[in-house]
């Protein structure tokens, strides 16, 4: 997917979203991330950050105007083949309690694969290179996941975040369960991690200080505007 | 995957999955225990007589005759006299008849004056005919035949000596010491009254009540038991008689005939039907503890729901992480679903299981105290249609968090709200 730079990683024109008619609303008149480019979104909470990633991510459907993934309308698609699509193209982490307490590190690195259909043989090769790239030694995988430390259970959320070989990693606030030294080891393996998977990513979060990762940021309010990410 | 997500969610919680598990198994282990006794009651309380056709004895309510005859419950109002029985078996469509003869007990339990013919006719269940489980059946006029129950209860071996009492009480201060009777035979357990009664010729009936009048021994008239054979033991009258027709077609034209006898006011019942309207009256009851027992049922299973309702709330992170993953709402809905029939698939099981061990245990305490034979067959035809039924009321029930989890993926989108 990523051989072919053309198709924007998105694409968003014109997007209106609201829970209601005459109240609070979301309006992106356009906004456009090459693949492999990271953005950094600064907002601070109630500024629409989490609609934003639903939207992004397929969850909820915008009431009008276009959103396009790796070259797939998401506007137009029904709710299964968005679901469909995320599985597949979309990885998610979370601020925290990314994990399903009852499964293992394995078995939670595994889940999206489950979801996009794919076998567990296939996918079990790269998993263990990707859990050892992150730092997460084979004694941990069968572990329940609830005994991971913060840190390490973020590192497993990006390791199933990225099993799938995903167009787009989206991030909301992963890094603010954890303290000054996790933060830059996991914003690095992070990083590095989409960048070999040649992987977009949208990482939000209110903390300024790790904007130094990023070339491109944006902000809610300037994002509302329809400014282009610098 | 699913498979797995839904067993491992449950054994992460499985403190309140085991109560819930505790209670489910409990009450559909009532449920069906019910409904087996139910059949188990019927059947059993059915096959108390069979293949014959009326039975006859002096003008009274069906239900009546019914109970003292085959059931050996309550008393007859007033006997047949031996004349019209004589002249009734002389009715060309009657095959064979048992004659019965009420009145007398043995430590509670009732004496039958009957003649051979009882061991050659009297069918029960599916036609079995009644066996001796030792010695043979009674010829001389003071020699008896018991019950398997009253054997058993009683200790009486073969050989024994036995005098029995006037009346039906289980303490009698009339008795018939002067006249002991012998064991000569014991019969085969039959599951119905047969056990508890025992048996003796009618001569033996009209030989200990030959020195008594009007229930009450004469006073200086005192007969031994050779000087009660010496006399004619003809019997002046009988309690009731089970009759067999040559063809079953003349069933109702014999009733009627028997109905309209004009000597002697007589009723003549079938059986099958005496039975049903017994059954009936005693099936208000059963019918009662059926639906109590759906009830509990009920309550359990929205115990179970109510378990998982508060659970959602602790499982919104997981929900969240499912559909951030790629899972579609319905994957949840079915998750919850499956879960719900884990649980009650294995209550189901371990239920019958409880069943079964209950049974086990009390099986002999249930024959000996209450004559009913329950038997431990206890997967039915019947079984699976509850069981079937009980799966669809906990997925329609597991709709509700269902579809809860449904909406609120759908509502929630990724967040968490903690």
């Known amino acids: ?52 990633l639903n939207l992004l991510c397929g969850i909820t459907k915008p009431v009008s105007g276009e959103l396009n993934v790796n070259g797939q309308p998401l506007h137009t698609l029904s709710s299964r083949a968005r679901d469909n699509l995320r599985a597949k193209h979309i990885g998610v982490v979370f601020q925290q309690l990314n994990l399903i307490p009852y499964l293992s590190v394995m078995d939670n690195a595994l889940l999206s694969n489950h979801f996009a259909g794919i076998q567990k043989s296939e996918v079990q090769p790269r998993a263990t290179t990707l859990l050892n790239r992150l730092g997460l030694s084979p004694e941990l995988w069968h572990q329940a996941a609830t005994t991971l430390s913060v840190g390490q259970q973020q590192r497993v959320a990006i390791a199933r975040a990225l099993l799938p070989k995903p167009t787009l990693l989206i991030a909301d606030e992963p890094t603010s369960a954890l303290d000054s030294d996790n933060r830059d080891t996991f914003m690095r393996l992070m990083l590095a991690e989409a960048d070999s998977n040649g992987c977009t990513v949208i990482f939000v979060s209110h903390d300024q200080s790790l904007m130094q990762y990023f070339n491109s940021y944006l902000d809610m309010q300037q994002l509302a505007q329809g400014v282009k990410p610098c | 995957m699913l498979m797995k997500l839904a067993r491992l969610s449950l054994w992460n919680r499985r403190g309140t999955v085991l109560m819930t598990w505790l209670s489910l198994t409990i009450s559909i282990a009532l449920l069906l225990g019910i409904d087996h006794l139910r059949t188990e009651a019927k059947s059993s309380f059915t096959s108390t007589v069979s293949g014959t056709d009326l039975i006859v004895g002096a003008r009274s309510g069906q239900l009546n005759l019914l109970l003292y005859s085959v059931f050996r419950i309550g008393n007859a109002t007033a006997n047949i006299s031996w004349p019209s029985y004589q002249r009734i078996l002389k009715h060309p469509q009657i095959d064979w008849s048992i004659p019965i003869s009420l009145g007398d007990s043995h430590r509670g339990y009732r004496v039958m004056g009957t003649s051979d013919d009882y061991f050659n006719f009297y069918r029960y269940a599916n036609s079995q005919p009644l066996k001796l489980a030792e010695g043979k059946v009674f010829s001389g006029v003071f020699e008896t035949v018991l019950g398997a129950e009253v054997a058993q209860k009683l200790g009486y071996r073969i050989g024994e000596q036995i005098s029995l009492s006037h009346g039906v009480g289980e303490v009698s201060f009339s008795q018939h010491k002067d006249k002991p009777f012998t064991v000569v035979g014991i019969l085969a357990r039959t599951g119905t009254p047969v056990d508890q009664t025992v048996h003796v010729k009618l001569e033996a009936i009209e030989a200990i009540h030959l020195d008594w009048q009007q229930g009450a021994p004469i006073p200086g008239r005192q007969l ?24 079953r077609m003349a069933t109702f034209t014999v009733q009627r005939q028997i109905n309209e006898y004009k000597q002697e006011p007589l009723t003549a019942i079938l059986p099958g039907v005496a039975l049903a309207e017994l059954w009936q009256m005693l099936g208000m009851v059963e019918n009662l503890l059926l639906l109590i027992s759906l009830l509990v049922l009920l309550a359990a299973l929205v115990g179970m729901i109510t378990t998982l309702l508060a659970s959602m709330k602790e499982r919104q992170r997981e929900m969240a992480i499912l559909r951030a993953t790629g899972a579609h709402p319905w994957y949840l809905f079915v998750l919850i679903q499956l879960e719900v029939q884990i649980v009650t698939l294995l209550s189901m099981l371990s239920a019958a299981a409880l069943l079964f061990v209950s049974l086990f245990v009390l099986q002999d305490k249930l024959a000996a105290e209450f004559g ?43 967040t968490i709200r903690l």
Do not use: C
Not at chain 1, 28 to 52: C, D, I, N, W, Y
Not at chain 2, 224 to 244: C, H, N, R, W, Y
Not at chain 2, 396 to 404: F, H, N, Y
């Open chain 1, 1 to 52: 997917m990523t051989d072919k730079p053309k198709i924007p990683a998105i694409e968003l024109k014109q997007l209106l979203f609201f829970y209601q008619a005459g109240g609070w609303q979301l309006s992106l008149p356009e906004l456009t991330l090459q693949s492999g480019q990271h953005l950094f979104v600064r907002g601070a909470s109630g500024s629409g950050k989490t609609t934003l």
């Open chain 2, 372 to 414: 009913l034979f329950i038997s431990l067959q206890i997967i039915k035809l019947n079984t699976l249609y509850w069981a079937g039924g009980v799966m669809v009321l906990s997925a329609v029930l597991a709709t509700i968090p269902g579809i809860i989890a449904y909406r609120k993926a759908l509502a929630d989108g990724l």
């Open chain 2, 224 to 247: 031994t038991a050779e000087q009660a054979l010496a006399a004619d033991l003809t019997p002046k009258s009988i309690t009731a008689f089970m009759v067999g027709l040559k063809s």
